[in-house]
């Protein structure tokens, strides 16, 4: 009977830890902000094991057609790069924001996201990679990113085709390292901080695990 209670403690740790490293695609859309003074961006970051060459990707918005804006410029991006593309003229954009010049920016896409709206990346093939389709006043309870990027604060919103509750709008200094740029935009491009809070519910598992754990080796230490 101890040996089982023990099973199933160790069983509820793993399954929280299992619970918080949801799978995802390699390249995720990771930040993004429709309105800025600096012009709106959004950031793609490789969470994968290795490189991947982005030519011949490309992005679009809601009208969700392969080759409308052009990724090829990114070439190889590294394990855990994160690459920007803006409406902004490159150059502009990366002295708004005080980029260092291993930030990949591509400027000047016109197929721009408004308020409510979607982000599609494809692959060379026209395969679509990942999807965000977001809107404050289309998904309740959810972040305008006007002047402020969302971000989000695990991988399973990171998997979601649709923004949830989780994306928030990032404040200088907050956990994803945002700051506000010369033009008083508020933001992190060009690096990605992987899932900064576990979410509740795992922090329920392992005290559940380690609270049961704890029980045994008590009544072990009894004896
Ligand atoms: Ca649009
Ligand atoms: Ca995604
Ligand atoms: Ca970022």
Known sequence: MKKTLYGFGLALLLSGQAGAAVSVADIQITEWMYSGNGGEFIEFTNMGASAVDFTGWSYDDDSRQAGVFDLSGFGWVGVGESVIITEADAAAFRADWSLVASVKVLGGYTNNIGRG???NLFDASGSL??????????????????NATGNPLSAADLAATTVTANWVLASAGDRFGSYVSTRGDIGNPGFYVAAPVPEPETYAMLLAGLALVGGIARRRAAR
């Open 117 to 119: 709206d979607e982000i």
């Open 129 to 146: 990679i990942d999807r965000f389709a977001y809107g404050d006043q289309i998904y309740a309870g959810t972040v305008r990113t006007q």
